[in-house]
């Protein structure tokens, strides 16, 4: 699974993990109870035939659900291609650790022993542990990560990234939201909007992620600037420091344009998708205010319909569908253009978040200058 400093991505074993997983654990307790069934004496009743094989079934369905959740964060490992500044830990082993925690207390102490003053290779090895626990904290938030982390891989090649800040960049796009691990997962999940207590607590998010993704900076450099400055905006109006232009590093930059598509193009419990093409018109109209403009063309310039199943896979599946089946080519049109014009139908913008993976209902693209995003 591992190759020198380096994962390679493994994508049928991860789909054939996650289906062992999801229905192993079924298959394996009624299997169970029917052999118990069967070996029951005749004389007994059918009513305690049943009761004994029913009694089996349970004990090996938590066991193994126990299993399972040990395994959980696997899957997900699986599907990585990351380089590490020193060897590449075993992902078995790496799942194992952040599976068998038993809270995300736990979790965090461990990271702040262990992980936070230590050199660059044992940082990150006790950094994706954390995100193993992220998946347990609040699963959509490390699948929005993970989602984010695709797409940037998308943006990243069409910007002319060397494969070295490529792989920087990654791990920047994977760790964005890296601080809702100290946000109560309750708060991540509040279905209505967040009051004002709420919302400071929500945007200390990037501040939180930053401090724990310190000690990657002698390996990440200013790609690890991505954490604390992803909700920065182009005009200065973002948070926490108000950065502008360029003084907001590229990573952030480049991230902040692939959290708002994925949010927007995902199913969300309190927001229905926007289609790709819609998706696109709503970055383009935050381009050079909330966007930077390169990497806007650089999203306007991708071609989604050839990706088929990965693209689904990257955009959760939902907002996917109609893009591609209008046939969504390149564009490569710039700010102050027609499509630049073009109008949304009648609240297609609105009670989309594309800033983060809780249930947030506001309004339009990530962040945007009428609202205090998380």
Do not use: C
Request: glycine share 10%.
């Amino acid at each position: 699974m591992t190759s020198g400093r380096q994962w390679h991505a493994r994508p049928l074993l991860s789909a054939t993990l996650r289906v062992a997983l999801g229905a192993g654990a079924v298959l394996l307790a009624a299997g169970t109870g029917l052999v118990v069934g069967l070996a029951v004496p005749a004389h007994w009743t059918a009513v305690g035939r049943a009761a004994l094989a029913g009694l089996a079934a349970v004990v090996v369905l938590i066991l193994t659900d126990r299993l399972a959740r040990r395994l959980l964060p696997l899957p997900w490992l699986l599907q990585l291609t990351l380089s590490f500044p020193d060897e590449a830990p075993n992902r078995l082993r790496t799942a194992l650790r952040a599976g068998s925690t038993r809270s995300l207390h736990h979790a965090l102490d461990r990271y702040h022993r262990e992980g936070q003053n230590a050199d660059p290779g044992p940082a990150a090895r006790s950094i994706l542990e954390l995100l193993g626990a992220l998946a347990r904290h609040d699963r959509g938030t490390r699948r929005h990560s993970e989602r984010v982390r695709a797409f940037v891989d998308l943006l990243a090649d069409r910007l002319g990234v060397s494969d070295e800040d490529a792989n920087q960049l990654r791990w920047a796009a994977l760790l964005h939201d890296i601080g809702k691990l100290q946000v109560d997962r309750q708060l991540l999940n509040k279905p209505g909007r967040p009051d004002q207590r709420e919302w400071e607590t929500l945007r200390g998010h990037p501040a939180a992620g930053a401090a724990l993704v310190e000690p990657l900076r002698p390996f990440l450099g200013s790609w690890v600037d991505a954490v604390g400055q992803h909700h920065e905006r182009w005009d200065g109006g973002g948070y926490p420091a108000g950065l502008a232009g360029n003084q907001i590093g590229l990573a952030a930059r480049v991230v902040a344009v692939a959290d708002a598509f994925e949010v927007m193009t995902s199913k969300r419990p309190y927001s229905r998708p926007l289609d790709l093409h819609h998706a696109r018109i709503e970055v383009l109209r935050n381009s050079e205010t909330q966007f930077d403009p390169e990497v806007v063309r650089a999203l306007l310039a991708l071609s989604l319909k050839p990706l088929g199943l990965r693209w689904w896979a990257i955009s959760g599946g939902v907002g996917a569908t109609a893009g591609l089946a209008a046939g969504f080519d390149p564009v490569t049109t710039a700010p102050g253009t027609a499509l630049h014009h073009l109008a949304l139908p009648a609240g297609a913008a609105s009670g989309h978040v594309a800033g983060g993976s809780h249930g947030q209902g506001h309004n339009t693209a990530h962040h945007t200058a009428t609202d205090q995003d998380q």
